[in-house]
């Protein structure tokens, strides 16, 4: 991902500036910058980086915090680049067109070649939408701005992420952005005698407030925005000044350090030795990745102040640079360095053929033989790509301009195609039987999209690719024992902190709609009578201090004479289903239910509409309903900018002034929570809404416990195709 090589002057391999004294010296420091040669450990920290990252999209469980590697990229890449800059800049040799021109050369050949071979596989292997959307992010991509289109769609965590063959190249895209901003900034700071330091970190504590302050009610956005991404790289900047203009000051520091520490313990060796310093920080930023790895997982918002791990541990170890015991058995052993050397391709190789991978198995996760084929397929390639790509681009004889030329030219036709293919209508011609690459389990994708589905009479359904719905509807193959396991403790471990706290839980199961309305499904398409969720709520009913609640059967029973309980072109249930469901629930744990009737509401186009893109898809009345309230509920709300927006709304308390209940209720929910809300808020005095339960069932025992006003309920609202 990173696209700098592991030394700023790209073309010897090493850190170059000569001894002088500049016109503009005094704008850095009065210290010439340090001549430094090539540093193998920061090819073998790219390496560390870079396969953190790669076996946690193939392992996830096995590395659950890989993903900080992408952190650790952005502090060297913010150092190497910057380094650069300030030495250009005092040396009077900076020029934008030099900057730009090593930029294409880096970073084009590689990504326009795994662009171009996707596209290619996509023909083959994607359906209509599937082929449409990589279409779009390779027009992104090639423009640097995917990670702006990702804001719009999904989390970096969600499962509909998997199957983004260009997902990764968001952190590409930050580096651009930053690389088109930086280096001006810079520039405009240096001609007008400011100080570059201060800059650097005013910029970068800027980026870090905005990470702080939005990560829990924004998380999608600052994770993909490079406004909150900035610090990071800049921290490498700040990294990179300090050890060009304060490196005999920070040598200085470090010898003190170390005789400090010497009149308390013998360490021998000459005056101003700074080894053990070394060695320390060396071993203390190894330390703080590995933690990072292992410790940190998708649970905790980030970047957030979490980001700080990788941050700390990557410049911890590029300044205790060579000497330090640590970096010359970890990182600059040959295996780490090679690694290092092939990591921007592999980076750009593994995760589109991870998730064509996925695509190809409709959606289930691959054999764990099939991932390990697939990183060795990556490296593979990722060697082949710098010795018959990159190297003869950047390095080979011939006309650097004409390279640079060319390398854009193929850039603008990779984006071009991209942007075509996203626009074009292949009404039915990208079928499953038209795809050259067969699918296993494709008899469970309906109609042109893996992810929709038309059904009968204007009704639209979720397609397979969500939470396999299609093959648990059918009842495909019941679920892992081991995964029933797992969400089974899971509410153990809630049940059983509540009952010490003599807190009852109950869990709201969302009927799926193809569940309530099989008679509108497409002809073909035959629900099994026994129920994939059956398999997760029988054991949970066995839970102590936990009530199952499933209201399927007073639904059914209801949906004849109510009228209809759920959307025809939306997934979740509408306000009259919602109410019902509320009923159900509230009889079961002995609540009030507020008096409510409903009115026919205008005809309402759901997020089927808009994730089917049938913009013309008629719209019918009968399934929107309006709530009409015997006593209107005085409310009011408290956000909690602590916690993260959901898929129902921002984590917030509902203080009801004239409640039906004086109880105190927590809700963890998914989407299915957003209809239902009104009747808790109308009900109880206080409504506590604390996140999504996928995150959450995790952390809510511990919150729980440690929480001074304890809930007098814990309600989870789950739909049904999650479990």
């Given at each position: 991902m990173v696209e700098s090589d592991g030394s700023v002057d790209g073309e010897n391999g090493q850190v170059r500036s000569k001894d002088w004294r500049g016109r503009r010296a005094h704008n850095l420091s009065s210290a010439a910058p340090r001549t430094t040669d090539y540093r193998a450990e920061i090819d073998g920290l790219r390496a560390f980086a870079v396969l953190s990252v790669v076996l946690y999209h193939a392992f996830p469980a096995g590395l659950t915090g890989g993903f900080i590697g992408v952190d650790v990229f952005f502090v060297i890449s913010g150092y190497l680049i910057t380094s650069h800059i300030f030495a250009s800049l005092d040396d009077g040799r900076f020029s934008f067109a030099n900057f730009f021109g090593r930029r294409i050369r880096r970073i084009f050949p590689a990504l326009v070649l795994v662009m171009a071979v996707s596209v290619v596989f996509g023909w083959f292997a994607l359906l209509e939408e599937e082929f449409q959307q990589l279409g779009k992010h390779v027009a992104s991509g090639a423009a640097f701005i995917v990670n702006f289109?990702?804001?719009?769609?999904?989390?970096?965590?969600?499962?509909?992420?998997?199957?983004?063959?260009?997902?990764?190249?968001?952190?590409?895209?930050v580096e651009e952005q930053f690389y088109i901003v930086w280096p001006l900034v810079l520039w405009l700071a240096w001609r007008q005698r400011i100080n570059l330091l201060g800059i650097t970190l005013l910029v970068a504590v800027a980026s870090f407030y905005f990470n702080l302050r939005y990560v829990a009610t924004n998380p999608t956005g600052v994770f993909f925005w490079p406004y909150g991404r900035f610090w990071e790289l800049l921290s490498g900047s700040a990294l990179a000044w300090l050890m060009l203009y304060k490196r005999d000051a920070l040598d200085r520091a470090k010898a003190r350090i170390h005789a400090f520490i010497g009149r308390m313990i013998p360490l021998g060796g000459p005056a101003g030795q700074t080894a053990l310093v070394d060695h320390a920080m060396g071993l203390g930023g190894l330390c703080l990745l590995i933690y990072g790895f292992v410790g940190i997982t998708s649970d905790v918002p980030f970047p957030s102040a979490w980001a700080l791990v990788p941050v700390c541990g990557a410049i911890l170890i590029i300044a205790a640079g060579s000497a330090a015991w640590s970096n010359r058995i970890f990182m600059m052993n040959p295996v780490a360095v090679w690694f290092g050397l092939i990591s921007y391709p592999l980076y750009l190789w593994h995760w589109p053929i991870l998730s064509f991978l996925r695509i190809v198995e409709s959606g289930e996760t691959p054999h764990r033989d099939a991932r390990i084929a697939a990183v060795v397929l990556a490296i593979g390639l990722s060697w082949l790509t710098v010795r018959f790509v990159e190297r003869p681009l950047r390095f080979g004889r011939?006309?650097?301009?004409?390279?640079?030329?060319?390398?854009?030219?193929?850039?603008?036709?990779?984006?071009?195609?991209?942007?075509?293919?996203s626009r074009t209508d292949y009404a039915g011609t990208r079928t499953l039987d038209d795809l050259v690459i067969k699918r296993p389990g494709a008899e469970h994708i309906i109609g042109p999209s893996s992810r929709w589905y038309e059904g009968q009479e204007g009704w639209l359904f979720l397609g397979n690719s969500i939470d396999n719905t299609v093959a648990k509807l059918k009842l495909a193959s019941p679920p892992e024992p081991e995964d029933v396991d797992e969400k089974l403790q899971l509410f153990a471990n809630l049940a059983g902190a509540a009952a010490r706290t003599d807190t009852p839980v109950a869990l709201l199961v969302g009927p799926n709609k193809s569940t309530i309305y099989p008679e509108f499904l497409p002809e073909g398409v035959e629900p099994s009578e026994t129920r994939y969720v059956s398999y997760f709520t029988e054991p949970l009913k066995a839970v102590a201090n936990l009530v199952v609640v499933d209201p399927l059967e007073d639904l059914l029973q209801a949906k004849e004479e109510a009228g209809l309980l759920?959307?025809?072109?939306?997934t979740h249930w509408n306000d009259k289903?919602?109410?019902l469901a509320f009923s159900v629930l509230a009889e079961r744990m002995g609540w009030p239910v507020p008096r409510v009737s409903f009115e026919a509401g205008a005809p309402y186009a759901g997020d089927l509409i808009t994730m089917s893109q049938l913009d013309d898809f008629p719209v019918a009345t009968g399934d929107n309903w309006q709530v009409e309230w015997a006593g209107e509920p005085e409310l009011n709300v408290t956000p909690l900018p602590e916690q993260p927006t959901s898929s129902f709304g921002r984590a917030e308390i509902v203080s009801n002034a004239s409640p039906l209940s004086e109880k105190t209720v927590w809700i963890v929910g998914d989407s299915y929570t957003h209809a239902i809300r009104a009747f808790f808020d109308a009900t109880f005095r206080e409504v506590r809404y604390v996140g999504h339960w996928n995150s959450k069932l995790r952390t809510l025992p511990e919150e729980l416990l440690g929480a001074e006003k304890k809930p007098d309920a814990i309600v989870v609202v789950r739909v049904e195709r999650s479990f």
């Amino acid at each position: 991902m990173v696209e700098s090589d592991g030394s700023v002057d790209g073309e010897n391999g090493q850190v170059r500036s000569k001894d002088w004294r500049g016109r503009r010296a005094h704008n850095l420091s009065s210290a010439a910058p340090r001549t430094t040669d090539y540093r193998a450990e920061i090819d073998g920290l790219r390496a560390f980086a870079v396969l953190s990252v790669v076996l946690y999209h193939a392992f996830p469980a096995g590395l659950t915090g890989g993903f900080i590697g992408v952190d650790v990229f952005f502090v060297i890449s913010g150092y190497l680049i910057t380094s650069h800059i300030f030495a250009s800049l005092d040396d009077g040799r900076f020029s934008f067109a030099n900057f730009f021109g090593r930029r294409i050369r880096r970073i084009f050949p590689a990504l326009v070649l795994v662009m171009a071979v996707s596209v290619v596989f996509g023909w083959f292997a994607l359906l209509e939408e599937e082929f449409q959307q990589l279409g779009k992010h390779v027009a992104s991509g090639a423009a640097f701005i995917v990670n702006f289109i990702l804001v719009g769609e999904s989390g970096y965590f969600d499962a509909a992420a998997d199957t983004k063959p260009m997902l990764h190249l968001w952190s590409l895209a930050v580096e651009e952005q930053f690389y088109i901003v930086w280096p001006l900034v810079l520039w405009l700071a240096w001609r007008q005698r400011i100080n570059l330091l201060g800059i650097t970190l005013l910029v970068a504590v800027a980026s870090f407030y905005f990470n702080l302050r939005y990560v829990a009610t924004n998380p999608t956005g600052v994770f993909f925005w490079p406004y909150g991404r900035f610090w990071e790289l800049l921290s490498g900047s700040a990294l990179a000044w300090l050890m060009l203009y304060k490196r005999d000051a920070l040598d200085r520091a470090k010898a003190r350090i170390h005789a400090f520490i010497g009149r308390m313990i013998p360490l021998g060796g000459p005056a101003g030795q700074t080894a053990l310093v070394d060695h320390a920080m060396g071993l203390g930023g190894l330390c703080l990745l590995i933690y990072g790895f292992v410790g940190i997982t998708s649970d905790v918002p980030f970047p957030s102040a979490w980001a700080l791990v990788p941050v700390c541990g990557a410049i911890l170890i590029i300044a205790a640079g060579s000497a330090a015991w640590s970096n010359r058995i970890f990182m600059m052993n040959p295996v780490a360095v090679w690694f290092g050397l092939i990591s921007y391709p592999l980076y750009l190789w593994h995760w589109p053929i991870l998730s064509f991978l996925r695509i190809v198995e409709s959606g289930e996760t691959p054999h764990r033989d099939a991932r390990i084929a697939a990183v060795v397929l990556a490296i593979g390639l990722s060697w082949l790509t710098v010795r018959f790509v990159e190297r003869p681009l950047r390095f080979g004889r011939g006309n650097v301009r004409l390279k640079i030329t060319g390398l854009a030219g193929a850039m603008v036709c990779v984006g071009l195609a991209g942007l075509v293919i996203s626009r074009t209508d292949y009404a039915g011609t990208r079928t499953l039987d038209d795809l050259v690459i067969k699918r296993p389990g494709a008899e469970h994708i309906i109609g042109p999209s893996s992810r929709w589905y038309e059904g009968q009479e204007g009704w639209l359904f979720l397609g397979n690719s969500i939470d396999n719905t299609v093959a648990k509807l059918k009842l495909a193959s019941p679920p892992e024992p081991e995964d029933v396991d797992e969400k089974l403790q899971l509410f153990a471990n809630l049940a059983g902190a509540a009952a010490r706290t003599d807190t009852p839980v109950a869990l709201l199961v969302g009927p799926n709609k193809s569940t309530i309305y099989p008679e509108f499904l497409p002809e073909g398409v035959e629900p099994s009578e026994t129920r994939y969720v059956s398999y997760f709520t029988e054991p949970l009913k066995a839970v102590a201090n936990l009530v199952v609640v499933d209201p399927l059967e007073d639904l059914l029973q209801a949906k004849e004479e109510a009228g209809l309980l759920y959307y025809r072109t939306d997934t979740h249930w509408n306000d009259k289903g919602a109410f019902l469901a509320f009923s159900v629930l509230a009889e079961r744990m002995g609540w009030p239910v507020p008096r409510v009737s409903f009115e026919a509401g205008a005809p309402y186009a759901g997020d089927l509409i808009t994730m089917s893109q049938l913009d013309d898809f008629p719209v019918a009345t009968g399934d929107n309903w309006q709530v009409e309230w015997a006593g209107e509920p005085e409310l009011n709300v408290t956000p909690l900018p602590e916690q993260p927006t959901s898929s129902f709304g921002r984590a917030e308390i509902v203080s009801n002034a004239s409640p039906l209940s004086e109880k105190t209720v927590w809700i963890v929910g998914d989407s299915y929570t957003h209809a239902i809300r009104a009747f808790f808020d109308a009900t109880f005095r206080e409504v506590r809404y604390v996140g999504h339960w996928n995150s959450k069932l995790r952390t809510l025992p511990e919150e729980l416990l440690g929480a001074e006003k304890k809930p007098d309920a814990i309600v989870v609202v789950r739909v049904e195709r999650s479990f």
